[in-house]
């Protein structure tokens, strides 16, 4: 079993930053993959970074590449989302996710979730 926890939402004006965390608890061992998603209002949840427990191996969508980035500290069970350049597209609520088995884009492949955090970009 993993607990997932994130923080560091918010409300920011356009073209600023934040960063998000996700604390990783219970038997993070069994983690193959750690992933970012996003949900707005009346849309369907969509990827956003994803990157191995171990290794080196990162995924982004084109929405975010080269503004957003994922990173980890094993040592503290931490998973990061640095954002920015954000933009009011982004606003939506993140979700943090692990991955038992695979590396991937689809929420459908992850197997436990955070309960999210708000993303606020005013224009």
């Known amino acids: 079993q993993v607990q997932l926890r994130e923080s560091g939402g918010g409300l920011v004006q356009a073209g600023g930053s934040l960063r998000l965390s996700c604390a990783a608890s219970?038997?993070?061992?069994?983690?193959?993959?750690m992933g970012w998603f996003r949900q707005a209002p009346g849309k369907e949840r969509e990827f956003v970074a994803a990157?191995?427990?171990?290794?080196?191996?990162?995924y982004y969508a084109d929405s975010v590449k080269g503004r957003f980035t994922i990173s980890r500290d094993n040592t503290k069970n931490m998973v990061y989302l640095q954002m920015n350049s954000l933009k009011p597209e982004d606003t939506a609520v993140y979700y943090c996710?692990?991955?038992?088995?695979?590396?991937?884009?689809?929420?459908?492949?992850?197997?436990?979730w955070g309960q999210g955090t708000q993303v606020t970009v005013s224009s």
């Open positions: 996710a692990a991955s038992l088995r695979i590396l991937s884009t689809r929420s459908s492949e992850y197997d436990y």
């Open positions: 990157m191995r427990w171990t290794g080196v191996s990162t």
């Open positions: 219970g038997r993070t061992f069994s983690v193959y993959a």
